[in-house]
């Protein structure tokens, strides 16, 4: 637990109550609860990386995993310096992307943070210029509400933001706007037309399993990157991401942001902490964990033998996640980054721990997509995609194993009801989300069964959907078993092959 501190907390009005002392106001400042010896954590792994890099980013990601990196949960890839776009240059550009069109913004309360309050919402906004303005004058404006420790301002931040979050009595509200989320597509990218690393382009290359995706509107706000316009204080709270992707965050431009990463080892153990933490909080919003509004210090969780690691990212350099890695972190000013997740084939494993997370979890965090569209795309489009032979042996036996579970769970229904009707989807290359199970509201892609008297349907994973005494159970596929097995006859060709591709 966070030290016990005797200090009481002094309303502005007694602060201000003595006009003699008003001119002199640095005279009544404290010391924050914390100085920078309680913010020392082991460095975030860090990478040089030249511009081979983007020719194939997926075999850096590769080699990654090859020297063990994953345990870490985090890295950072210094690019290229030539990269860069200067800054001037990037906003110019970047405002007539925009054309004038206005972000919204989450109001973000520093004091109120780790109560897990919804932040509220901006919905009028902000365009880039208003945004850019509010931000530095903001910064201009903010006074330090505590004694000067360190003449290093990152670390100066550091140590006022989470004393405001950890002690929240002690220190006149801050109040700070993130325009965070913004759809490249429906915005503007940050990267320059022909530059190096766009991000936009980056799920097209070998290794990558969204490569199969050939429409932005497949799986929005995935596979696509996502905007960020930050400013002092910003901040986004601690979180993995959606079924334990991969991700890239790039900083175009602007101030730096500095990182906090839970390493995967210690994901668990963080969770844990968290739901004791918010036990009460959580009785009246179940899903407090997934709405990602809970700031807890990193302070705190090392308190609590959770490892933390740390780092500064700054324009031009490049934070790639890996799996079940709890994140967060905050802006030291106004600045503008971009990411987006990607599924290299070592992620497939952490599909499954995400999924069985999720459903320890009561399924209040809903499924992204299910695994079994995107490796069935893989299969039906193997000349037109791209994969090392390691990778298709990944696919291919990630592919069987599926099947095989798909097939059992098939004949298991078969067996329980009598004169099951097996009926094949009409339209086998439906969304995959067209049908959606009513007890987990996960999507069924594959199959599932229906009953004729109730008009319920689910996924055949339960085996029962209803409570009828004689339930007229038809049985929906979307592929039957030769077709399965023609695609696993394509991956395992693909995997025996002397070089995939």
């Not at 992307?97 to 972000?103: A, H, I, M, S, Y």
């Not at 004689?470 to 092959?497: D, F, G, W």
Request: glycine share 4%; charged share 25%.
């Amino acid at each position: 637990m966070k030290r016990a501190l005797k200090q009481k907390k002094q309303s502005r009005s007694s602060k201000n109550s003595d006009d003699i002392t008003e001119p002199h106001a640095k005279l009544l400042l404290e010391r924050f609860p914390y100085s920078i010896k309680d913010l020392q954590f082991r460095e975030v792994p860090t990478m040089q990386v030249n511009q081979d890099f983007f020719l194939d980013p997926f075999k850096t990601i590769e080699q990654l995993y090859a020297k063990g990196y994953e345990k870490f949960g985090i890295v950072k890839l210094l690019l290229p310096p030539e990269l860069i776009v200067p800054e001037k240059k990037f906003f110019s550009d970047l405002e007539m992307k925009l054309k004038g069109k206005r972000v919204e913004t989450r109001v973000q309360t520093l004091n109120s943070q780790q109560a897990g309050e919804i932040f509220g919402s901006n919905t009028v906004g902000f365009t880039l210029q208003e945004y850019m303005s509010y931000a530095n004058k903001f910064e201009c404006s903010h006074k330090l509400q505590g004694v000067r420790e360190v003449s290093n301002q990152i670390r100066q931040n550091e140590i006022e933001f989470w004393s405001i979050v950890d002690f929240p009595d002690r220190y006149d509200e801050v109040e700070v706007e993130y325009a965070a989320d913004l759809l490249a597509t429906k915005y503007a990218t940050g990267f320059q037309d022909g530059q190096l690393g766009n991000l936009s382009t980056i799920n097209k290359n070998c290794n990558s399993i969204f490569q199969v995706l050939q429409e932005k509107s497949e799986m929005s706000g995935i596979s696509v990157p996502w905007l960020y316009l930050g400013m002092k204080y910003a901040n986004f709270c601690w979180h993995k991401e959606d079924l334990n992707l991969n991700s890239l965050n790039y900083m175009h431009a602007g101030a730096p942001k500095t990182w906090y990463a839970i390493p995967p080892s210690h994901s668990e153990k963080f969770l844990q902490y968290f739901n004791k933490k918010y036990e009460k909080e959580r009785i009246h919003n179940p899903r407090l964990l997934y709405d990602i509004v809970c700031q807890i210090s990193p302070i705190e969780l090392a308190e609590q033998q959770i490892t933390v690691l740390r780092t500064e990212q700054h324009p031009g350099e490049l934070i790639i996640t890996l799996g079940a890695t709890y994140h967060a972190g905050f802006s030291h000013g106004f600045n503008c980054s971009e990411a987006v997740n990607v599924a290299p084939t070592q992620w497939l494993d952490e599909y499954d721990r995400a999924s069985a997370e999720y459903r320890m979890d009561g399924n209040l965090k809903k499924i992204s997509f299910p695994l079994e569209w995107l490796l069935t795309k893989v299969a039906l489009m193997a000349d037109q995609v791209k994969f090392t032979k390691q990778s298709w042996i990944k696919l291919h036996d990630k592919f069987k194993m599926m099947i095989r579970t798909e097939i059992d769970s098939r004949n298991s229904i078969l067996a329980l009801y009598e004169q099951v009707k097996t009926v094949e989807f009409a339209n086998k290359l439906e969304k995959y989300d067209r049908n959606v199970c009513k007890i987990c509201s996960n999507y069924m892609y594959s199959s599932y069964i229906f009953c004729g008297k109730c008009l319920k349907k689910g996924c055949i994973a339960h085996q029962s959907v209803c409570a009828c005494s004689n339930p007229k159970i038809s049985l929906y596929i979307r592929y039957n078993s030769e077709e399965l097995q023609t695609m696993l006859t394509t991956l395992e060709s693909k995997a025996n092959s002397k070089t995939g591709l």
